[in-house]
Nanobody, 125 residues
Framework: VQLQASGGGSVEAGGSLRLSCSASDLTLDYYVMAWFRQAPGKEREVVSFISSTDGSTYYIDSVKGRFTISRDNDKKLTSLEMNKRTSEDTAIYYC???????????????????WGRGTQVTVSS
């Protein structure tokens, strides 16, 4: 199973960027899809995830109102639209897939089964 993240790059503060994650061998219907990020010297943190059942979403407080996660199960794509970027958003971004579990919280890396390699996003002020 491979997850392939793309769309990273450099953008000025206030700008927009869209990340995409393709999942070539997964039937996305069964998986919660998430974006994590890891900044230098910091732990990996969840940015957002989208449910496999009803499409409900979760965002960490620092990105609420700026980022939007979406998924297209038929195309096996998950996207993260990032607007109003700040330097705090600079990190390596990872997409992840975790099979849905009734007791899952889905904010922790160890709840995810598959990971992409990551794509660097840099925001310059």
């Amino acid at each position: 199973v491979q997850l392939q993240a793309s769309g990273g790059g450099s953008v000025e503060a206030g700008g927009s960027l869209r990340l995409s994650c393709s999942a070539s061998d997964l039937t996305l219907d069964y998986y919660v899809m998430a974006w994590f990020r890891q900044a230098p010297g910091k732990e990996r943190e969840v940015v957002s995830f989208i449910s496999s059942t009803d499409g409900s979403t979760y965002y960490i407080d620092s990105v609420k109102g700026r980022f939007t996660i979406s998924r297209d199960n038929d195309k096996k794509l998950t996207s993260l639209e990032m607007n109003k970027r700040t330097s705090e958003d600079t990190a390596i971004y990872y997409c992840a897939a975790g099979i849905w579990r009734l007791t899952g919280v889905f904010t922790r890396p160890n709840e995810y089964d598959y990971w992409g390699r990551g794509t660097q996003v840099t925001v310059s002020s």
